[in-house]
Each structure stands twice: as C-alpha cells, then as structure tokens.
C-alpha cells in the first residue's frame, strides 16, 4: 500500500511564498505520474500541478507562473513551490500518485493565505 504524507502549509500573507513536500512510501519512479490538487469546503478537488514519469509537467492555469512542481526521486519526494500567493490559494492541497489505474492520496495540507 502506497503512503503519502505532505508537509509544509500553513498561514502566509498574500504575496507570500510556501513550498509544500510529499514523501512516499515507495520509490516515485514507480508511478507513472504524481501530482498536487486542492479543495475548498463545497468544491471539488482540483488539479494543481502534475509531473509524469518522463518528467513532464502540467500546471493550471490559475497557477501557472507562480507555482512550481518539482520532485526528488532520491527522497522520494514531490514538492510544491508556491510563490505569489493570494487569497483564492486557500485550500487544502493533497498530493496523488497514479501508478497504473490505482490513485493513492495523502491526508491533505492546509494552505491559509491572508489578505
């Protein structure tokens, strides 16, 4: 079984700069992608960022510019660099692994961003 566990949020002001982590339990070579998604009370989950097994990444609209998805096969680690934050960033951002047709999720972070 796939564990993921993020790390990193928190309260930041608008304009403000975090960078959320994600260590597997697995190596992350094994999946053929991962990715960070979001959700607020009442909304869906949406995506954020996504990297694939070849290293290609997707970003959002919303975000593009102003977030970066990186990983770290050797820590076995994805990560979220979010810089320029505003207000609509408030959310809880969970971390996704999709190895063949199986989804693994983490338990969330909340990210606050003050205005």
């Known amino acids: 079984q796939v564990q993921l566990l993020e790390s990193g949020g928190g309260l930041v002001q608008s304009g403000g700069s975090l960078r959320l982590s994600c260590i597997a339990s697995?190596?992350?070579?094994?999946?053929?992608?991962m990715g960070w998604y979001r959700q607020t009370p009442g909304k869906e989950r949406e995506l954020v960022a996504k990297i694939t097994l070849a290293g290609i990444t997707h970003l959002a609209d919303s975000i593009a510019g102003r977030f970066a998805i990186s990983r770290d096969s050797d820590r076995k680690t994805l990560f979220l660099q979010m810089n320029s934050l505003k207000p609509e960033d408030t959310a809880v951002y969970y971390c996704?692994?999709?190895?063949?047709?199986?989804?693994?999720w983490g338990q969330g972070t909340q990210v606050t961003v003050s205005s």
């Open positions: 996704n692994a999709n190895v063949l047709s199986r989804q693994y």
């Open positions: 697995e190596n992350i070579l094994m999946f053929n992608s």
